[in-house]
């Protein structure tokens, strides 16, 4: 009798726990429902006044046997839990692999930057002269490269270093790029920039030193043209991801990562390549992700070897600095390959079996 007994008022008891499961998922469902009311409102989500009025309530209400005191504890973990809920919603950004499985593609110039094969972005440090622009360009459009990076605005930490050529060396990239055929990337500084910045670049690069320059990715977020976000010299990958969703969320997709090294103790390179932000950006977010191995490294005899671990662990694409003469380059001198060296480095990444896309030409 005891047996049956003990067995009839387990099954009560599991009726029960089924019944307040799904009061709670009720619940939840309601909760939600606030929490997005709340945010067209663009109010808080935590509202202690509410929470303090539900528990009075509830402690008024308790008919026992569990004391005051623990109804407000039991209570209080529901009202965390269900608030805990509104957070995790909050926290999946658009950049987010939460909000968007499949990979985006961002396309310049017919080259697919976070397609089926990485692509490489080369060109010198800053815009200088004609001479120098053109050198280079028909020299990396021999190499089947299609996108010319070259800065004409350059924050320095020096005041006294090149600053560039502001919108004459935009005008200068871009007529060496239509000369050639290619696509222009080039660092815009200053948000009211932004709209001349588009009679001249393909895709806008901010840079590491304003990845949280909010205003300015506002702007770019204003605008429909592909943006290559570098990582914050001491910026982690969160941080990295909130910048990124600052122009995104202003209606532009089209927002290409960059790991550019951060800074460290370590004195042996210009910076520390963070290879595992790869992998895991490619994880956390649906954006391409590229590196650039000339500012990470700061290093042109170990370039190759890391231009081939960024690729093996799922790099969209490379970034490096290419001058005709860098022994007279007006920044970055040290980092910077001549034509020869970066044929070598593309020579080294085929026969490592890294296929890049790239633009058969044949310059004349």
Known sequence: MNHERMTELREQLDEINIEILELLSRRAEL????????????????????????????????????????????FKQI??????????????????????QENTIVEVKGIRIGGDKPVMIAGPCSVETPEQMDTAASGLL?????????????????????????????QLIRKTADKYGMAVVSEIVSPSDIEMSLKY??????????????????????????????RGL????????????????????????????????????????????????????????????????????????????ALAVGADGLIVEVHPDPSVALSDAKQQLDLGQFAKLMDGLRSGGYELQMKPVTVK
């Open 31 to 74: 909760v939600h429902e606030i929490g997005e009311l709340k945010k067209l409102k663009g109010t808080d989500r935590f509202d202690p006044i509410r929470e303090k009025e539900m528990l009075d309530k509830l402690v008024a209400a308790n008919p026992g046997p569990f004391d005051d005191n623990t109804i407000r504890h039991l």
């Open 79 to 100: 009202f965390q839990a269900s608030l805990g809920l509104m957070e995790e919603e909050k926290k999946e950004l658009l950049v987010s692999r939460k909000k968007k």
């Open 142 to 170: 021999k190499e089947g490269i299609v996108l010319l990076r070259g800065g004409a605005y350059k924050p320095r930490t020096s005041p006294y270093d090149f600053q560039g050529l502001g919108e004459k060396g935009l």
């Open 201 to 230: 670049v393909d895709v806008i690069q901010i840079g590491a030193r304003n990845m949280q320059n909010f205003e300015l990715l506002k702007e770019a977020g204003n605008v429909r043209k592909p943006v290559l976000l570098k």
């Open 234 to 309: 001491s910026a982690t990958i969160e941080e990295l991801l909130f910048a990124a969703e600052y122009i995104v969320s202003r209606g532009n997709g089209q927002v290409i990562l960059c790991e550019r090294g951060i800074r460290t103790y370590e004195k042996a390179t210009r910076n520390t390549l963070d290879i595992s932000a790869v992998p895991i950006l490619k994880q956390e977010s649906h954006l391409p992700v590229m590196v650039d191995v000339s500012h990470s490294t700061g290093r042109k005899d170990i370039m190759l070897p890391v231009a081939k671990a």
